[in-house]
């Protein structure tokens, strides 16, 4: 992200650069009202914050969210278990909306059930609030199980190749690692979620659901 200064002009020092795209992305603010806050322009805030934000892709991504290992698995299942009773549960999905402007081609496809313009962001989180699978970019008015079955966790996933082996006997059926979903998702052997409330949910339903709910949020 780093400018050289020119004959012409002296470039925004590298912290400076930093400061305006931290700001836009934690407060949302319009390039404006940025603008003026840090004496710049608002092509220059958008430029800093395209710069910060391909630079965080380019080296914190890699660093920062990665599938874990087979050591990480059961580092996050023990800590799971431990805090919310769930065994061999290693995370959460969920979907989140990024707001967006209407693009001129195919504005519709990115209209979301909110009643405006987004992508999709699906991340799966483990207990401590760490991200580790992150897929994002698909158009906002997508269903979340569309979402997941285009992304490369469902492909590894339904073919056994994502999580380690690790199985363990949870009342007479042997379990593996496993993430929770909301009622959106699939129902698979490494995503589970809660019974839908149909009115004639028995106690144990009632206790699961709780459990379920209460490790995801």
């Known amino acids: 992200m780093e400018r050289q200064d020119t004959a ?4 925004i020092p590298l912290k400076k650069r930093v400061a305006i795209a931290l700001w836009k992305l934690a407060t949302g603010s319009e390039y404006r009202s940025i603008g003026h806050l840090f004496g710049v322009s608002n092509t220059t805030v958008c430029r800093c914050v395209q710069d910060f934000c391909a630079a965080a892709e380019t080296l914190l991504v890699p660093e920062l969210i990665r599938s874990p290992d087979r050591e990480k698995f059961a580092e996050m299942a023990d ?23 209407a693009p001129q081609e195919y504005h519709c496809d990115y209209f979301n059930r909110k009643g405006w313009h987004s992508i999709i962001l699906q991340g799966v989180v483990v207990g401590k609030g760490h991200f580790w699978n992150v897929f994002a970019g698909m ?34 059926v042997n379990a593996g690692y496993y993430i929770l979903g909301d009622n959106a ?14 009115g004639r949910l028995t106690a144990e339903h009632v206790i699961y659901n709780k459990n379920i709910c209460r490790a995801r949020f």
Do not use: M
């Open 8 to 11: 012409f002009r002296e470039c």
């Open 79 to 101: 800590y799971t278990e431990n805090r919310w009773g769930l065994p061999q549960c290693v995370g959460a999905i969920d979907g989140s909306h990024i707001p967006i402007l």
């Open 139 to 172: 158009p906002g008015s997508l269903h979340d199980a569309r979402v997941l079955r285009l992304s490369s966790l469902w492909e590894l996933a339904s073919r056994g190749n994502y999580f380690p082996p690790c199985t363990r006997n949870i009342g007479g």
């Open 185 to 198: 998702y699939p129902l698979q052997n490494w995503l589970i979620k809660t019974f839908p409330d149909n």
